[in-house]
């Protein structure tokens, strides 16, 4: 089942207090609607009570697949150590477990589970889009969709972060596929640690980069 609780946060513009709702964990079998209040941001958004002024609150949530057998956690602040030491792995046998460390990084692998791609494949793919886009490795890349193009076949639709705005763009899904296939090898020669939490980032896939060549 899903938990939350309740905290007072100060407004970041006229310090204003008011309550907030924290969401410790989310079951989204048991929840759908949370899933998606969290994927349009409204349980990590509060609006001031009296100046109107909307900020992002951060704070640790474990987010909870059953049907993928997947755990999420956003950690803010919390480390692996402390995860570790709860020994979830004892309690979810065969689930997949990934941390993230931003809201973006959340709702994208909620998106990746509900879209059934490889988050692993998906990570090692945007390097090779940041470097067709010609833009430094580094900029942050989400994936936000599958959508159709015009003639019908599917394409995978990201999102590049800027410092003044948002790009999104698109690629074949064909594109992807191929990709995948290549790196199939790569990724089962280097198996992730079952019943242990796993950041796939970029960092991930540099490393698997490195130890590929």
Not at 84 to 111: C, P
Not at 150 to 160: A, C, N, T, Y
Request: hydrophobic share 35%; aromatic share 8%; proline share 4%.
């Amino acid at each position: 089942m899903s938990k939350s609780s309740s905290t007072t946060i100060e407004c970041p513009k006229c310090g204003n207090s008011q309550s907030f709702t924290i969401w410790n964990s989310i079951n989204t079998d048991i929840d759908p609607t949370l899933k998606d209040s969290l994927v349009n941001r409204k349980l990590q958004q509060t609006d001031c009570e009296v100046c109107g002024h909307s900020s992002v609150v951060n704070y640790p949530m474990l987010y909870h697949d059953m049907s993928h057998k997947t755990l999420v956690y956003h950690l803010s602040g919390l480390n692996v150590e402390q995860l570790e030491a709860e020994e979830f792995e004892h309690l979810f046998d065969g689930y997949e477990f990934r941390t993230v460390d931003n809201w973006n990084g959340m709702i994208e692998k909620i998106k990746l589970l509900d879209a059934n791609l490889d988050d692993r494949a998906i990570e090692l793919f945007k390097m090779v889009v940041l470097g067709q886009l010609e833009v430094d490795l580094d900029s942050p890349l989400y994936f936000d969709e599958m959508l159709s193009n015009p003639e019908g076949k599917p394409v995978l639709s990201f999102i590049l972060v800027g410092d003044e705005a948002a790009r999104s763009f698109s690629v074949p899904m064909e594109s992807f596929e191929h990709f995948e296939e290549r790196v199939a090898a790569s990724l089962d020669e280097i198996p992730l640690d079952d019943g242990k939490w796993q950041r796939i980032d970029r960092a991930y896939a540099r490393d698997i980069l490195d130890q590929s060549t």
